[in-house]
């Protein structure tokens, strides 16, 4: 099993030095389970130079028909594991907009896997970020980080993504194929409110340029809807994340790519006083599947 997993880890990677560091084990031990896997099928898995590695047809086929095998084993252990630790309660995620689309495939392998959990998602919004977990209509909720909150747990990231600027159509920037955060000097940006710490609103809202330039912050919003309304209207412009150019395509409104713009890396996170085998479960499972 550990030869198997070494070769999907290689398959996924394509060097065998992340492929050792992924695994925590030396590269050498990485070249050693391929070669003796290409013995014992009696012919190469992986075409090998000094620059590539790449599959061979019959590495591409292996790899399809273990990855299946793969899934299958891990879900009987996992249900397993559900069934002997009584895993059959409700876990409430806290989830932002459309997020719950972009990581169904993960919530659609929990619920598979954990068939006796009723996987609850709740929304929250960014205007106050903390407030289900705080009032305990969550058990973890998604969020951006940096998270420096004393009495939340960081779990693993699940999806990192870039962001994008949305404008007006009828804004000047809209005809253009990038942007920059200097750019964003002669916008006006939304603005969330005091409710959410300014340090974690400024991931997505900077004050500054990076040369030092203040960047206007105009129209107050409390929901991703509102936000939209006012940048369709042209009073502001917002950075996004990468999947609302998919799910939230709105007449009046483009995405703008944003090279030197920061990166969302959406983590799960919970109250640490009530963590629960289930949540510690939950986000095992996640980091897997992510």
Known sequence: MRDIEIFLTLAQELHFGRTAQRLHISQSRVSHAI??????IGAPLFL?????VRLTPLGEQLATELRAGSRLIESALTRAQSA???????????????LGHVVEPILTAFTDAFPRVNLVLREAHFSDPFALL?????????LWLPIREPEFTIGSTLLVEPMRLAVSTASTLSTRDTVTLEDLADQTL???????????????????????????????VHTFQEMLAAIAADRAVALVQEHCVHYYARPGITYIPMPDGPHCAWTLIWRTHTETALIRTFDAFAARRS
């Open 84 to 98: 002997a630790q009584g895993l059959d309660h409700t876990l409430t995620l806290g989830i932002m907009g459309a």
């Open 190 to 220: 939304c603005d969330i409110g005091t409710v959410a710490p300014r340090y974690w609103s400024n991931e997505l809202i900077p004050p500054l340029t990076p040369s030092g330039r203040p960047i206007p912050r105009g129209p107050r």
């Open 134 to 142: 705080r009032t305990g209509d969550a058990d973890l909720q998604l």
């Open 48 to 52: 090998r130079s000094s620059r590539t």
């Open 35 to 40: 070669r003796t896997q290409e013995r014992r």
